[in-house]
């Protein structure tokens, strides 16, 4: 059998094969990407992107494709629930930062906004980057059989059009094949959780609902009418292009059947929460899927690896699967950078796990208890199984009524729809993330806490382990922000007004270690001027300090002012967060 030899086996070409290709790429690393379809995805899928992907996008410098071929995030703010869209509107809720309350949040936090991107849209475009940086992918190539020994890991690979098979030898695979992952299952990777909680259909459809869009533009519209037949008149619209092309999500029972997905029934489906006849509604395609809660023990099994899906499964509630599977990848992709050329030690790899398992758990079940913090939005309206019609517009309309009772349903409601915040403005969920492992140094100071809720609220801080704050900052006549002066592949070091014995420091030191360590010189009159003044707020760290950034914009050591030896204290912080050791940096 051919055997073929790379660094880096990637299996699967979904959101977190092909970030993981495209890095890699940039980074230098000989890898290869193998997919079992013909192409990138084609439908909708995933579509919320959060403003840490776009981070990385922004890194991969690829940032400006994807918003312009986005829905922008001015078009995704409301959250409707109505009984038709031709009907009644029931409650409105500002979300992904959109509302007046918390769009500075949002704008304070990040270079970037959120925006909406199908997945069948997005992918291409990482796809294109992926190979613009050298990168090699192979469609309709399936795997087989999937082993290791200490020193590599061989694939046996199938040619889906030809039936050819060949063994590929890899250094290290990653296995980024969804949630059906075939890498999960033969290396028997230990999962817990459950599977088929629910289940539910996707109509990809075609319909102008401009008129009644255009005036309330939103992401999701749930659209909820009473009755034994609440599953078949009700559903959620999902925008897939303002205001013309949609995805229909129904839930429904598998015990009680599954649904007709002929296009006359799916038709009527659509029709229904409609409201309006004289639409015309074109089907593009139908499919099924369930819900999951699923989380890998470990992302990491010897010389392979789990990212996106296969790791971790769940409900799309907080829009927050594509997210972390793109950050999956960003966090893998520097370490095997580093330790496939030489800088780093290969324990550096089982951060990892370590780091990315504990955010993995973390989205799994605030997906999850997001769709559970749905049902009380149901028991407001005062919908019950087995209601009829009558009844059930009936107790609707009394939320609507100008009585005790009605003001009492409304603050019901009221609070239903405010406790969907935990879904849509959980700010803190999608850019909070810290880490605690070995390619962190800790600095001995306690982890800050806020008084703001930290799902809702992201909370800015340079202690180790933390994203890095966004600020922006004039340099020359350009404004740029800390995430630009950072990452692209290696790790950076902020100093401050008084930081040249740091900086010479850093220069000695990237030749002893054999990296490229760049220093940014940030604060009021440097380099990187702080006019606004912002980072100096935000920085936690005195004009005589230091920050080492990592290649994904997390805050690997500080020194919050100038040390007795900073060529010491900064040799240190190299060596624990490489795993370097005299022997392998060659003293």
């Known amino acids: 059998m051919e055997t073929i030899t790379t660094d880096v086996l990637i299996i699967g070409a979904g959101p977190a094969g092909l970030t993981a290709a495209a890095l890699l790429a940039k980074y230098g690393v000989n890898a290869l990407t193998v997919s079992r379809y013909s192409g990138t995805a084609n439908s909708p899928r995933a579509h919320i992107t959060n403003q840490g992907s776009m981070e990385v996008f922004r890194d991969l410098g690829i940032e400006d494709r994807v918003r312009a071929a986005a829905v922008p995030n001015e078009y995704m703010g409301n959250n409707v629930w109505a009984t038709s869209f031709a009907g009644t509107e029931i409650a409105r809720l500002k979300s992904w930062g959109s509302g007046t309350f918390r769009l500075a949040d949002y704008t304070a936090a990040s270079p970037t906004e959120m925006c909406n991107i199908p997945q069948h849209v997005l992918e291409p475009i990482l796809l294109q980057a992926a190979r613009e940086n050298g990168a090699e992918l192979r469609f309709n190539t399936e795997a087989v059989e999937i082993s290791q020994t200490d020193d590599h890991v061989d694939a046996v690979v199938r040619e889906r059009t030809t039936g050819t098979e060949y063994r590929i030898r890899a250094k290290y695979l990653i296995g980024a094949d969804g949630g059906r992952s075939t890498v999960a299952e033969q290396l028997e990777f230990p999962m817990r959780g459950e599977m088929g909680l629910g289940a539910a259909m996707n109509i990809w459809l075609e319909a102008d609902l401009t ?32 205001w013309s092309e949609w995805v229909l999500l129904c839930m429904y029972d598998p015990a009680e059947g599954e649904p007709d997905t002929s296009e006359e029934a799916v038709i009527e489906r659509a029709r229904t929460t409609i409201g309006d006849d004289s639409i015309d509604i074109r089907i593009k395609a139908v499919s099924k899927w369930q819900i999951n809660h699923v989380i890998a023990d470990t992302f990491q099994q010897g010389r392979v690896f789990l990212a996106g899906d296969a790791a971790h499964r769940h409900p799309p509630a907080n829009g927050l699967g594509t997210n972390t599977s793109v950050q999956d990848a960003f966090n893998l992709a520097w370490k095997l950078s580093f330790v496939l050329h030489g800088w780093a030690g290969e324990q550096l790899l089982d951060t990892y796990t370590a780091e990315r398992q504990p955010v993995g758990e973390q989205v799994v079940d605030r997906a999850m208890q997001s769709v559970r913090d749905m049902l009380p939005v149901s028991q407001a309206l005062g919908f019950e199984p087995g209601q009829s019609s009558e009844d ?12 005790a009772r009605g003001e009492e349903r409304r603050r019901e409601l009221d609070a239903a729809v405010d406790l969907q915040n935990y879904q ?5 969920v999608e850019l909070g993330q810290h880490y605690s492992s070995s390619a962190i140094v800790d600095d001995g100071t306690d982890y800050p806490t806020t008084t703001r809720d930290p799902e809702l609220y992201y909370h800015p801080t340079t202690h180790p382990g933390a994203r890095l704050p966004h600020a922006w900052l004039q340099h020359g006549t350009d404004e740029v922000s800390t995430m630009d002066i950072t ?20 220069e000695k030191l990237a030749d002893e270690f054999g990296i490229n360590l760049p220093v940014r010189r940030v604060g009021v009159g440097c380099s990187y001027d702080d006019v606004l003044r912002t980072w100096t707020g935000l920085r936690e760290i005195g004009s005589n300090g230091a920050l ?22 900064l040799r240190n912080a190299l060596a624990a967060v490489l795993h370097s050791s005299d022997t392998t940096r060659g003293k």
């Not at 519209?221 to 599953?231: K, L």
């Not at 990452?487 to 850093?506: F, I, K, S």
Request: net charge negative; charged share 20%.
């Open 487 to 506: 990452g692209h592949g290696a790790l950076t070091l902020l100093v401050g007004e008084n930081g040249q014995d740091w900086q010479d420091a850093a």
């Open 424 to 428: 849509f403005n959980a700010h803190g």
């Open 211 to 242: 008129k009644y869009t255009a005036h309330r533009p939103g992401t999701l519209y749930w659209m909820a009418q009473p009755g034994n037949d609440y599953w078949v008149g009700s559903g959620t619209w999902i925008c897939v292009k303002p």
């Open 392 to 403: 059930g517009w009936r107790t609707l309309e009394e939320i609507f009524a100008p009585t």
């Open 548 to 569: 080492l950034v990592r290649p994904d914009h997390h805050v690997a050591w500080r020194a919050a002012d100038f040390t007795e030896v900073p060529l010491e204290s």
